[in-house]
């Protein structure tokens, strides 16, 4: 367990001194956020402010990871290299996205048919190799059984897993890229969701298949690969995401940029499926699914009707539009998220006691 506590210590610590080192870094190179014209007004302010602070916590969750072995002895499992894999591939594909709009001057960053082939490249590989490896007890990083609290129903198989695992990637990657619209709102809400699969995993950890001999009751069971590397993992990413935001918050000092939203939503991808968590992901992440939503709604209204719903979608500018402070909103959102995450922890936890 001291892995978990260490993990999420030192990725506080990293991203609390390393994310000014890196907005000095970015502002002498003149990478600055580049703000459309078409969006609200009051974001013109934050023109030049540096981006790609996503970054600082990719870093300092890998480090921390790996620090955190270092100290306990602890050897590195597969599902937790998968999910830093994951991570780190998605914001590699973010950083070029970034860094073609920032260096080459280009607003819209990569070619949409260039993005969607990076991330899935990056899904792609990380949903086949989740279904190698397999431990002494048979359980893969993986399963191609469909997942809520736990697996249920029929195989789906693995060529159908892999379309699930992408769609689950690139909607919750999407997501997270789609909330990242006003300082900290994104950062914030991600923190929440990552303490709750630290929790999920430990939980798992402590009634796991593979302590059934120890357990009260052996039906109540988890049956995942590593759920306690994976509590490490998501420790880790909380403690990151945690600092980044001293730095984040309004008024921001760093925007995390496409490279940290697409990597914090390829982790969240990531860790439900290697949680057995899949559908429970849409629920503890409840705010990044809202505002997608929002947008879903928004494009389908007019296409279909030629109307608009809200003022300006995602959700967040549809308030700001009517007035609301953008701190206001970052605070009734982070409440909104709260409420997600302790319901789908709640449910989390009544699907276990509705086995014993």
Not at 154 to 167: D, Q
Not at 288 to 309: A, E, H, K, P, Y
Request: aromatic share 10%.
């Amino acid at each position: 367990m001291n892995q978990i506590l260490f993990a999420g210590v030192i990725g506080l610590f990293l991203t609390l001194i390393g994310t000014p080192l890196l907005i000095k870094l970015l502002a002498r190179k003149g990478y600055g956020q580049y703000i459309r014209d078409d969006g609200p007004k009051e974001h013109h302010s934050k023109r030049g402010t540096p981006t790609m602070g996503g970054i600082a916590f990719i870093l300092a969750t890998i480090i921390a990871y790996f620090l955190s072995k270092v100290i306990t002895g602890k050897p590195p499992t597969f599902s937790g290299l998968l999910v830093l894999g994951l991570m780190a591939g998605m914001g590699l594909v973010g950083f070029l996205d970034d860094y073609i709009k920032i260096v080459k001057r280009r607003s819209l960053g990569l070619r949409a048919k260039a993005k969607m082939a990076g991330q899935l490249i990056v899904g792609i590989g990380f949903a086949v190799l989740a279904l190698q490896f397999a431990d002494n007890h048979g359980n893969t990083p993986a399963s191609t059984r469909l997942s809520f609290v736990e697996d249920f129903g029929w195989t789906i198989g693995p060529v159908l897993f892999v379309v699930w695992a992408l769609f689950m990637i690139l909607a919750m990657s999407n997501g997270v890229n789609l909330t990242d619209g006003l300082d900290g709102l994104a950062t914030g809400a991600a923190t929440m969701v990552f303490g709750a699969y630290t929790f999920i995993g430990v939980w798992q950890f402590q009634e796991s298949c593979a302590n059934a001999q120890t357990l009260t009751n052996p039906a109540a069971c988890y049956e995942v690969r590593d759920p306690l590397d994976l509590a490490v993992v998501a420790s880790a990413l909380m403690g990151a995401c945690f600092g980044f935001l001293w730095w984040n918050t309004s008024p921001a000092k760093i925007f995390m940029g496409d490279t940290g939203s697409l990597a914090l939503g390829g982790a969240l991808a990531g860790l439900a499926i290697c949680s057995r968590t899949e559908l429970l992901v849409a629920l503890l992440g409840g705010l990044f699914v809202l505002i997608t939503m929002s947008v879903v709604i928004q494009v389908g209204s007019f296409r279909l009707t030629g109307r608009r719903v809200f003022r300006m979608a995602p959700l967040q500018h549809h308030f700001e539009l009517k007035g609301w402070s953008e701190v206001l909103i970052v605070v009734r959102f982070w409440i909104i998220q709260g409420m997600c995450v302790i319901v789908g922890l709640g449910l989390f936890y009544a699907g276990w006691a509705a086995k014993k």
